[in-house]
């Protein structure tokens, strides 16, 4: 009566044992089907919004490889970032504070000035009462001689009219060491001119690219020791470029 519990219990692992290990049909062997009931990845773990989250790594979209670097971030317009050889890349967008740097000033023209020429007056017996006024470039650049003269005479409160008929038509422009001239005509011939007084000093101002606009610092050439007559038909003419041009002769 004791053997019988020992047979029934042999035969009872026997068969557990034989439902535990099944033949594969595909000819590789047995299987363990236990074990198969253990998925190889972890699972996909819904997030709480309800979507799917990816465990880290295990993607190959923006991620990346797992183990690989970072791409490098992409320069932003206008702004310094690297090329693709390893180089530095500027550029001249939203993204810099500053543009790009002017050329530099050497060769640019400027306009003519106090501080760039030197200027002289001298009266002149042909035409008739009239007063020479020469401008030499005495800068490193060209510049320009942009309308005509401004005249002063001491403590005048009055500027001469320029003679439109002397306007020339273009720019008069002096490379360095080359002069420009003016005219003025100091009284009338006829004498109709009035409220006649000696000049003693003479202060020339010069404009910008707009008329009756400021083109930087102005000069006060020397006068005749006799100082110069000028009266109501003082008037100044247009730059230009010769002497003769300027004079009408």
């Known amino acids: 009566m004791t053997r019988t519990p020992r047979r029934l219990v042999g035969a009872a692992v026997a068969v557990v044992a034989a439902l535990a290990l099944t033949a594969c049909q595909d000819g590789t062997g047995l299987k363990d089907e236990g074990a198969a009931a253990v998925s190889t990845a972890p699972s996909a773990a819904?997030?709480?919004?309800?979507a799917t989250s990816t465990p880290q790594g295990a993607g190959s979209g923006a991620q990346g490889t797992p183990g690989a670097p970072d791409p490098a971030p992409a320069?932003?317009?206008g702004g310094t970032g690297t090329g693709a050889n390893g180089g530095v890349r500027t550029g001249t967008g939203p993204g810099n504070a500053k543009g790009p740097s002017e050329p530099a000033a050497e060769g640019k023209?400027?306009?003519?000035?106090?501080s760039n020429t030197t200027v002289t007056v001298q009266p002149v017996s042909r035409p008739l009462n009239h007063l020479l006024i020469t401008v030499k470039n005495t800068g490193s650049k060209p510049c320009d001689l942009t309308y005509h003269p401004v005249l002063r005479f001491d403590e005048m409160q009055w500027a001469p009219a320029a003679r439109k008929e002397t306007q020339p038509q273009a720019v008069v422009s002096?490379?360095?060491g080359r002069s420009g001239y003016a005219a003025?005509?100091?009284s009338a011939a006829d004498g109709s001119g009035e409220g006649g007084t000696t000049g003693r000093r003479l202060t020339v101002a010069f404009q910008g690219m707009t008329p009756n606009s400021s083109g930087g610092a102005s000069a006060t050439p020397s006068l005749p020791a006799a100082g110069v007559h000028y009266d109501s038909s003082l008037t100044v003419g247009y730059w230009q470029q010769t002497v003769e041009d300027a004079l009408g002769s």
């Open 46 to 50: 819904p997030s709480a919004n309800g």
């Open 75 to 77: 320069a932003s317009a």
């Open 109 to 114: 023209r400027v306009l003519c000035n106090g």
């Open 174 to 176: 002096l490379a360095p």
């Open 184 to 186: 003025a005509l100091l």
